[in-house]
């Protein structure tokens, strides 16, 4: 089993910043990619952005510029700096990661709350 411990989450006013923090733990042989959705109240969960593990990352376009997606390999934690937050962002934030060739995990989610 793996599990996944979101933190970071909180209430930040427009414009502010958040970092959301991810680890993942278990029985952990290679991680492929890691990753960041989010949901909002009455709206299908959404990816935020994702890291594979050459490095590689991508960005919806509505973070883009503003989100930056980054991953600790020696402690199997992906980490999420958002930048100028708006309202729109506010949602249950996600960690998910695809390990051990295939297998996918999610975390329970941590809450942002951007207020204007």
């Known amino acids: 089993q793996v599990q996944l411990v979101e933190s970071g989450g909180g209430l930040v006013q427009a414009g502010g910043s958040l970092r959301l923090s991810c680890a993942a733990s278990g029985s952990i042989f290679s991680i492929h990619a890691m990753g960041w959705y989010r949901q909002a109240p009455g709206k299908q969960r959404e990816l935020v952005a994702t890291?594979?593990?050459?490095?590689?990352?991508n960005y919806a376009d509505s973070v883009k510029g503003r989100f930056t997606i980054s991953r600790d390999n020696a402690k199997n934690t992906v980490y999420l700096q958002m930048n100028s937050l708006k309202p729109e962002d506010t949602a249950v934030y996600y960690c998910?990661?695809?390990?051990?060739?295939?297998?996918?995990?999610w975390g329970k989610g941590t809450l942002v709350t951007v207020s204007s």
């Open positions: 998910n990661t695809i390990v051990n060739y295939g297998m996918d995990y």
């Open positions: 890291i594979i593990s050459g490095g590689s990352t």
